[in-house]
């Protein structure tokens, strides 16, 4: 028998083995790509599918719910920079020269002020510091026009001695919107233009003061 000679057919074999190798990539990077093209063109008419559709792309920014955080803030009743404390609300368990400051004195009478009376030598925009509804508009002879708004939470926020007054009951208000403007009453007299402003929560006074620190999500 006729010896096979193994190093003539190795050679041979190897280049077949590199031919083939060479043609199986070829072919797997044609597949490749056309299946590439194939999912972009299928992309590129779903966008525009949905483009078509009338669907708008979402802006964050604008899309963005900031009522609940604005709302949840509570607001002063002005935005004048130029409004000062005249008379603080009474606590007692302020200092002696603090309460001096929540007494009202009128007609030789000494009262504890149930409110802070905020005042200024110019005329000021009076704001709700809550959305609420209008639960009473009234006018008094001594602490002028008073408007009543019932906010959630239990919170009833009172305006006194106001102008330009156009809120009526079961009036709906938004937060920062204008319900009138400082004025002058009888026992704020002393005052050139001024807002007096209390707050209930839960039926019992609170000092304003202390109640633009909350939020009504921790009420």
């Known amino acids: ?12 074999g190897i280049y077949l083995i590199a031919v083939i190798s060479v043609i199986g990539c070829i072919v797997l990077t044609g597949v490749g790509i056309n299946n590439y093209l194939t999912e972009k063109k299928d992309f590129t008419y779903s966008v525009k599918g949905l483009l078509d559709s009338g669907s708008v ?6 899309n963005s719910d900031t009522t609940t955080t604005t709302q949840d803030t509570i607001i002063r009743p002005y935005k004048a920079t130029d409004v000062t404390i005249g008379r603080y609300f009474y606590d007692f368990e302020a200092d002696q020269k603090k309460q001096e400051d929540s007494i009202i004195f009128y007609e030789n009478t000494y009262m504890q002020n149930s409110g802070v009376d ?23 002879d ?12 239990e919170i009833i ?8 007054l156009t809120l009526k009951e079961g009036d709906s208000v938004t937060q920062g919107q204008v319900i009138g403007a400082s004025g002058t009453s ?14 209930y929560y839960k039926g019992s006074l609170i000092d304003p003061e ?4 909350l939020k009504l999500s921790d009420l």
């Open 1 to 12: 028998m006729k010896k096979l000679n193994l190093r003539k057919l190795f050679v041979p």
């Open 57 to 62: 792309p979402v802006n964050k920014e604008e």
């Open 118 to 140: 905020y005042i200024s030598e110019n005329q000021f925009e009076v704001l709700s510091v809550l959305p609420g509804k209008v639960i009473s508009v009234e006018k008094d």
């Open 142 to 153: 001594i602490l002028g026009n008073i408007v009543k708004i019932e906010h959630e939470k």
């Open 157 to 164: 926020s009172v305006y006194q001695g106001i102008d330009k």
């Open 186 to 199: 009888s026992i704020n007299a002393n005052y050139k233009t001024s807002l007096h402003f209390e707050v």
């Open 210 to 213: 202390n109640f633009y620190s």
